[in-house]
């Protein structure tokens, strides 16, 4: 057998991380030295287009993390705990990191790959400093993979939320929230 049908046994033909049966395809879960089914996941293109594209990332989809952080295979718990992590601004990512139950080698694996951030304030595209609750400006039109629209340049967000990851902030674009990267934007 294939890895993809190896995979599509494995989780019964649906995206191991949102459920849904169309459009799947196998995503290697890094570091990847040998192209193996147990450090692959089957995802669907909502999901693949949003861990390709990681300057924005639709908040609301990826409530599906509350399920399949439960997956018993380790490559779907990794994805699923670095996902989480880049939406820990939100109150119910945070608890379900809590609540996630990860052994030791697939903490380790979770973890390789998460860049040390040696700075913790989070600087815009001209190196001010953000602040919770700030009002930015985007500086590139932004496609939001997955709420199917593109946030476009100019556009104001207000009321930003900080997170973890000082590159990433927190702010609603459409009446959606969603994840920025500080490098496409700037304070207002
Ligand atoms: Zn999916």
Not at 139 to 168: C, Q, W, Y
């Amino acid at each position: 057998m294939t890895i993809e049908q190896d995979l599509h046994s494995r989780s019964e033909s649906k995206c191991e991380l949102c459920g849904m049966d169309t459009h799947l395809d196998v995503v290697e879960v890094p570091p990847v030295a040998l192209v193996r089914v147990e450090n692959c996941i089957l995802a669907c293109a909502t999901c693949r287009n949003q861990i390709d594209a990681s300057d924005t990332m639709e908040i609301d989809h990826w409530r599906c993390l509350n399920d399949s952080m439960w997956n018993p295979n380790p490559a779907v718990q990794v994805m699923a705990w670095r996902l989480l992590k880049q939406l820990e601004g939100e109150g119910w990512a945070q608890s379900a990191l809590d609540m996630m139950y990860l052994d030791e080698e697939t903490q380790v694996w979770a973890a390789s790959g998460i860049e040390e951030e040696t700075e913790s304030d989070s600087k815009d595209s001209n190196g001010a400093t953000l602040n919770a609750g700030d009002s930015v400006t985007l500086i590139k039109d932004l496609e939001v993979k997955g709420a199917g629209f593109t946030a476009k340049r100019g556009t104001m967000v207000k009321n930003i939320s900080l997170t973890d990851n000082p590159k990433h902030i927190e702010g609603r674009v459409n009446g959606t929230r969603i994840v920025l990267l500080t490098a496409f934007l700037k304070r207002a």
